[in-house]
Structures are given as structure tokens and as C-alpha cells.
T-cell receptor, first 112, second 112 residues
Framework: DAKTTQPPSMDCAEGRAANLPCNHSTISGNEYVYWYRQIHSQGPQYIIHGLKNNETNEMASLIITEDRKSSTLILPHATLRDTAVYYCIVRAPTSGTYKYIFGTGTRLKVLA | GAGVSQSPSNKVTEKGKDVELRCDPISGHTALYWYRQSLGQGLEFLIYFQGNSAPDKSGLPSDRFSAERTGGSVSTLTIQRTQQEDSAVYLC??????????FGNGTRLTVT
């Protein structure tokens, strides 16, 4: 299974863009990159996912490098409510369905 | 519709007792996952179900842990002869073909 590495923590000023990096250098060609976040005492929440093209939704943008060995999650205008642990995951196909392996994530703190 | 529901939300048990944790997935979701999260740590994969079968039990920490799923819906994670190191939040998630994981808010297990 491909693994991911993320910085353990980051700070971001409120209203600024938060750019969260993720390395997944052993990713396979058919594996997607998923991002989730976990706010204290809650289950993880899905944010966005992509295969090779950049993706954008109402929550965030996902930029995947051409070689797919790394990606960046962008929160364009961070708010205090975006303070959370952000997980970058590579979806590993196994036995016909998909097993999600979570790393240790990045603890993002948005500062007022 | 309703999200993933887990019960109980909190469970305190004495060392050596058995516990059962329940997960009620989103209706129609065929895949169901169990994860464990120790304090301040990331998510540790335990087991997943596709329908009622569990193709991958590789994450179960010991033979004291077991899980079943009946009727392609509700799942129960059972821990026998609990130990203090079993104390953690146990998270359940479900998904269907092509959809991201949807998590419950977990069961916080404390073994005294």
C-alpha cells in the first residue's frame, strides 16, 4: 500500500490561504488521493479527492503534481472553524474494494 | 438521510470484561470499516466488510477482537477480556461504490 507523509503541524492566519502538503511517492497509477479532516471529538469528514487532475469544490482545491508523487490541499480563505487535523490518504484497492490507510495527518491551527 | 450512527458514544468498562460496540451504517452502503484512534494518534485500520463478508481482517490487533456484520447493515465490534491498552475511540465508516467514506462520531472506550 502506498503511504503518505505530512508535516505534523501548521499555522495559518485567518482569512489567508492554507496550503497543506502531502507526499505519496509510492502511489500507483490507479490510486486516488483523498483528503479528510477531523475536528476535535468528531469523526473524520470528507473534503475532496482526485486522481491526476486538479480538483475544486466548495470546501477546497486539490493540486496534484504531474508525477503524482505529491499533492497540496488548499483552503482559500481559512477560518477559525477550519482548525482541525487534516489527513491525506491514498486509496489502496484490495480484494475488489478499497482500503483507506490513514497517516498521522497535519494539525492545522488557524490563528485570529 | 441519517448518517453513520455508533453506540454507545461512551463506554467505561473494567479490565477483563467484554464489550460490544455497534455501528449502523448509512442505508444502502455496502462497505463498512472499523478504525481505532488512540489519544493524540491517527486512525488505525482494523477491519472492513463488503456486504457481510470481511475480506481484510489484517488490522485486528489480537484474537480478542472480532467483528461481524449481519444483513449487510449493522456491524458489531467485540473486544473480549479488555485491557487498558484497548482504551481508544473506535470509529466506524461506511461507503458505497464510488462514494467517499462517511464516518460516525465514534465510541470512546475507557478500560479501567
Amino acid at each position: 500500500d502506498a503511504k503518505t507523509t505530512q508535516p505534523p503541524s501548521m499555522d495559518c492566519a485567518e482569512g489567508r490561504a492554507a496550503n497543506l502538503p502531502c507526499n505519496h511517492s509510492t502511489i500507483s497509477g490507479n490510486e486516488y488521493v483523498y483528503w479528510y479532516r477531523q475536528i476535535h471529538s468528531q469523526g473524520p469528514q470528507y473534503i475532496i479527492h482526485g486522481l491526476k487532475n486538479n480538483e475544486t469544490n466548495e470546501m477546497a482545491s486539490l493540486i496534484i503534481t504531474e508525477d503524482r508523487k505529491s499533492s497540496t490541499l488548499i483552503l482559500p480563505h481559512a477560518t477559525l472553524r477550519d482548525t482541525a487535523v487534516y489527513y491525506c490518504i491514498v486509496r489502496a484497492p484490495t480484494s475488489g474494494t478499497y482500503k483507506y490507510i490513514f497517516g498521522t495527518g497535519t494539525r492545522l491551527k488557524v490563528l485570529a | 438521510g441519517a448518517g453513520v450512527s455508533q453506540s454507545p458514544s461512551n463506554k467505561v468498562t473494567e479490565k477483563g470484561k467484554d464489550v460490544e460496540l455497534r455501528c449502523d451504517p448509512i442505508s444502502g452502503h455496502t462497505a463498512l470499516y472499523w478504525y481505532r484512534q488512540s489519544l493524540g494518534q491517527g486512525l488505525e485500520f482494523l477491519i472492513y466488510f463488503q456486504g457481510n463478508s470481511a475480506p481484510d481482517k489484517s488490522g485486528l490487533p489480537s484474537d480478542r477482537f472480532s467483528a461481524e456484520r449481519t444483513g449487510g447493515s449493522v456491524s458489531t465490534l467485540t473486544i473480549q477480556r479488555t485491557q487498558q491498552e484497548d482504551s481508544a475511540v473506535y470509529l466506524c465508516a461506511s461507503s458505497s461504490q464510488g462514494t467517499p467514506l462517511h464516518f460516525g462520531n465514534g465510541t470512546r472506550l475507557t478500560v479501567t
